[in-house]
């Protein structure tokens, strides 16, 4: 029991992804269309997506076939390892027994290759010659940088302005793996030149980059556009990670009592937990927490409602808790936790109940990755200081307990990026910020006039 890397063996590799559609405990409102208001079929999306990812996208099958192409590069990092944070346990002096999934091994060093590779190669399958995306701090982008370099898929990325001037190195390493990269908003597209007109100092946003990534796309007949998170076949694909957890866990005989993760959009939460809330609404006791910054608040102060997923209005309408499509973030060191939504799936089982959702301020967050990195060495991403920081908080409870709960992190990256941030926080120069009450509000006067649908 005092093993400290729990390894699953290459042949033990899962074959398929989990789908948790149909075992949601109500049914997935569909995406709709923003012009007519009514549901949105499969060839409404097919200018933009492979047929293989929309099937996927809607699939009722819980179970997918992982490609052999894929599980190939998959074993590249996969399965990744999970460890027992032994050094962590003593240093906070609780009976509880803590693990973190690492997802940092990936070339990439994030869960994000997980589904970047696979849509790398569902796009090459059916020809597209070229995939447009956007990326905030550039994980995303860097990670489908390298699913179209292993499958030959020429790669374009909007990145985030700010991020752009504040983060070269990511732009150096998708570059490296031969993507091309403009800094969002830019006069290439109508989007970007709508925003630049009202303002050209704008330092951009996730969703001004969606916007400008879309139309290039849609305008592009050997082109295609990827999303990083959100939308049901990326979660898919990022389930791997809570099939081979589980896997790993039954090696050490335990089971979770929590599972604590970072929500951006919600992929790689949803890859480590989705596989165990099958196991929750079957009955198990687990306290699942999806942890946020206070400065985004989606999970845990957003309203319900449907919205776009971009700042142009490009998107479908889904249904989730969104800060508003006009949100533009502020200058906080996550920036992977920076969307103004989340996935539609994970909104709705946070409605239910079935996912507890906290938010976090920046220091106390970095307080915790630094004794992290302290104690077991690694330096987390900023993103998954917040799931450190919410394990940490249930490991203390334990200690004035007693209780010997198994708490699991859903590890999702290094900080390797991210030393600025590191740099601000021991120097003191990070500030806490909670996001206003009032801007919640005016983001619902800005949200489509759709009622969710009432169970
Ligand atoms: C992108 C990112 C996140 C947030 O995105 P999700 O889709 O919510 O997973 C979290 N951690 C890391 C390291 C990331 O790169």
């Known amino acids: 029991m005092d093993q400290t890397k729990i390894l699953l063996p290459e042949s033990e590799l899962p074959q398929q992804w989990y789908n948790i559609l149909p075992d949601l405990p109500t049914p997935l409102p569909p995406p709709l269309n923003p012009a007519t208001g009514q549901p949105i079929g499969p060839e409404d999306l097919a200018p933009i997506f492979p047929m293989e990812l929309i099937r996927q996208e809607v699939s009722s099958e819980r179970w997918i076939d992982i490609p052999d192409d894929v599980l190939r590069v998959y074993k590249?990092?996969?399965?990744?390892?999970?460890?027992r944070a032994h050094r962590l346990e003593e240093y906070l002096g609780t009976p509880a027994r803590i693990y973190y999934k690492?997802?940092?091994f990936s070339p990439a060093g994030s869960h994000k290759p997980n589904t970047a590779v696979a849509q790398a190669y569902y796009n090459k399958q059916e020809g597209v010659k070229r995939i447009f995306t956007e990326t905030g701090a550039g994980q995303w982008g860097s990670a489908l940088a390298l699913g179209g370099t292993l499958f030959g898929v020429e790669i374009v990325v909007y990145m985030v302005k700010i991020s752009y001037q504040q983060k070269p190195y990511r732009r150096m390493l998708m570059e490296t793996w031969g993507a091309t990269c403009y800094a969002s908003p830019t006069d290439r597209t109508e989007a970007g030149r709508a925003v630049l007109a009202q303002n050209p100092d704008s330092p951009g946003s996730l969703g001004i980059a969606i916007s400008e990534a879309i139309e290039e796309a849609a305008k592009d007949p050997e082109a295609k556009y990827a999303l990083g998170s959100v939308l049901n076949h990326v979660l898919l694909h990022q389930t791997i990670v809570g099939l081979e957890l589980k896997k790993q866990l039954a090696m050490v005989?335990?089971?979770?009592?929590v599972i604590v993760g970072c929500v951006g959009g919600g992929s790689?939460?949803?890859?480590?937990c989705y596989p165990f809330v099958k196991d929750k609404l079957d009955g198990q006791e687990i306290d699942i927490i999806a942890t946020e910054p206070?400065?985004?608040?989606?999970?845990?102060r957003a309203p319900y409602r449907y919205d776009f997923g971009d700042t142009a209005q490009l998107t479908p309408l889904l249904l989730m808790h969104t800060?508003?499509?006009?949100?533009?973030?502020p200058p906080i060191h996550s920036g992977g936790l920076r969307y103004h939504g989340a996935a539609p799936t994970m909104s709705l089982l946070v409605k239910e109940g079935v996912i507890e959702a906290r938010a976090y301020h920046q220091n106390e967050v970095f307080e915790a990755a630094v004794t992290f990195a302290r104690t077991e060495g690694s330096l987390p991403a900023p993103e998954t200081a917040h799931a450190i920081k919410g394990a940490i908080d249930e490991a203390l409870k334990?200690?004035?307990t007693g209780d010997e709960k198994c708490i699991i992190i859903g590890y999702s990256g290094h900080g390797h990026f991210d030393l600025a941030a590191y740099d601000a926080y021991l120097s003191g120069k990070l500030e806490d910020y909670q996001y206003p009450e009032e801007r919640i509000v005016e983001a619902l006067a800005e949200v489509p006039d759709i009622e969710p649908p009432t169970a």
Do not use: I, Q, Y
């Open 76 to 83: 590249l990092w996969r399965p990744s390892p999970l460890f």
């Open 102 to 104: 690492n997802e940092s």
């Open 253 to 257: 005989d335990e089971k979770p009592d």
């Open 268 to 272: 790689n939460f949803a890859g480590v």
């Open 294 to 300: 206070t400065a985004c608040p989606t999970l845990t």
């Open 323 to 329: 800060l508003g499509h006009g949100f533009v973030p």
């Open 398 to 400: 334990c200690k004035e």
